[in-house]
């Protein structure tokens, strides 16, 4: 008596992984090709850039803040107000 089981087809899901899995793969390929295997950034070089990059915002927010801060400080109406 032979089964008649048939595998599942994939899913939509099982599919759409299997092609970002193989274009992240071509990707890093062609990248490691052009630049050099010494040159591709590794997920250590990634978080480095990245905690730069949130350092670099946070210092800009400060400035803002520091520079809004001196402007209504020195705010002719903020000045007018505290007169009458």
């Known amino acids: 008596m032979a089964d008649s ?3 599942p ?7 759409s992984r299997a092609v970002v899995s193989v274009a992240a793969t071509l ?3 062609v990248q490691r ?4 295997p010494a040159n591709v950034p590794t997920a250590r070089d990634n978080a480095y850039f990245a ?3 949130d350092r670099a915002r946070n210092q800009a927010r400060d400035d ?3 520079e809004v801060a001196a402007m209504l ?7 007018m107000a505290k007169t009458r």
């Open 51 to 53: 905690m730069l990059a």
């Open 73 to 79: 400080a020195t705010s002719p109406r903020q000045n």
């Open 27 to 29: 990707v890093t390929n």
């Open 33 to 36: 090709a052009m630049a050099g």
């Open 9 to 15: 087809s994939p899913s939509l899901a099982e599919v």
């Open 5 to 7: 089981q048939q595998t």
């Open 64 to 66: 803002l803040t520091r």
